[in-house]
């Protein structure tokens, strides 16, 4: 969990404004003071480009059950359908057009590093005290996208349970701290790509079951070994850098989550 900034909550205020100051706000980049990406022009079907990669990596969180939204830049059917669900769920117009209130909803989520409100670098980077993102298969570059992707896909998670609390107890583990904690030879956790969570308001179970839903192709909770007291999610799918297939696995059998 972190405070909000000052530029979330102007524009928060944008948000609350009627619509045609909504448009005055939003059209003047000055007004988003964001440090980590701007969107120059709507977004819908059959454009491509890195902002559609940059909002493609915003919704990867917004998928259909045990869907993904690939970040590759071109916006087709499943980034529309993605987009169409983060505007349900903030309450916007569900069109899957991402133009300026889409855009301020990203702004008033988002902070200047990249990383969603809720969620941080801290958080996902606990490598056993050590902290630092190398030491993995990836460089510390790729390691830390990867991180950034867990992090928006976490952010949908926890609006998906009410925007209650969720505790990031595992994140990124450097080679050493992987073998040390007793981690899979080739952990998700190694790529940045992974987090296990904890929450003090929804159960395990809720957790688990939820995570179907926000982009997840790794899940591991109650009833799988070792994982009675935590949930484990990861994005093993997208993961191509690993030496398993991009396959699908969920394992939480006391939540009725399997797959």
């Known amino acids: 969990m972190r405070r909000n900034?000052?530029?979330?909550?102007?524009?928060?205020?944008?948000?609350?404004?009627?619509?045609?100051?909504?448009?005055?706000?939003?059209?003047?980049?000055?007004?988003?003071?964001?440090?980590?990406?701007?969107?120059?022009?709507?977004?819908?079907?059959g454009l491509s480009?890195?902002?559609?990669?940059?909002?493609?990596?915003?919704?990867?969180?917004?998928?259909?059950r045990g869907g993904i939204v690939r970040i590759?830049?071109?916006?087709?059917?499943?980034?529309?359908?993605?987009?169409?669900?983060f505007q349900s769920a903030y309450g916007l117009r569900s069109d899957g057009i991402a133009g300026k209130q889409t855009f301020t909803k990203l702004?008033?989520?988002?902070?200047?590093?990249?990383t969603p409100a809720h969620f941080s670098y801290r958080e996902l980077d606990d490598g056993c005290g050590k902290g630092g993102w190398s030491g993995g298969p990836l460089s510390a570059t790729d390691t830390k996208a990867s991180a950034v992707r867990t992090m928006w896909k976490l952010e949908a998670l926890r609006r998906g349970?009410?925007?209650?609390?969720?505790n990031v107890t595992s994140g990124f583990r450097d080679s050493s701290c992987n073998k040390k904690v007793g981690g899979a030879s080739d952990s998700q956790h190694l790529y940045?790509?992974?987090?296990?969570?904890?929450?003090?308001?929804?159960s395990l179970c809720e957790v688990a079951r939820a995570s179907r839903d926000h982009?997840?192709?790794?899940?591991?909770?109650?009833?799988?070994?070792?994982?009675?007291?935590?949930?484990?999610?990861?994005?093993?799918r997208e993961n191509n850098y690993d030496k398993s297939t991009n396959r699908t696995s969920w394992a939480a059998p006391d939540c009725g989550v399997s797959r």
């Open 5 to 45: 900034t000052v530029k979330r909550a102007l524009v928060a205020f944008a948000l609350a404004l009627p619509g045609a100051a909504i448009a005055t706000v939003a059209a003047a980049p000055a007004a988003h003071a964001d440090g980590c990406y701007t969107w120059k022009r709507d977004l819908y079907q």
């Open 192 to 202: 940045g790509n992974a987090a296990d969570l904890t929450s003090g308001s929804r």
């Open 72 to 85: 590759d830049g071109d916006f087709g059917p499943e980034t529309a359908a993605a987009v169409k669900r």
């Open 215 to 236: 982009g997840f192709s790794g899940i591991y909770g109650p009833g799988y070994a070792g994982h009675d007291d935590h949930v484990h999610v990861d994005s093993r």
């Open 107 to 114: 702004y008033q989520l988002q902070d200047n590093d990249c």
């Open 161 to 166: 349970l009410g925007d209650k609390p969720l």
């Open 49 to 64: 480009g890195d902002d559609v990669r940059q909002l493609q990596i915003r919704v990867a969180g917004w998928t259909s």
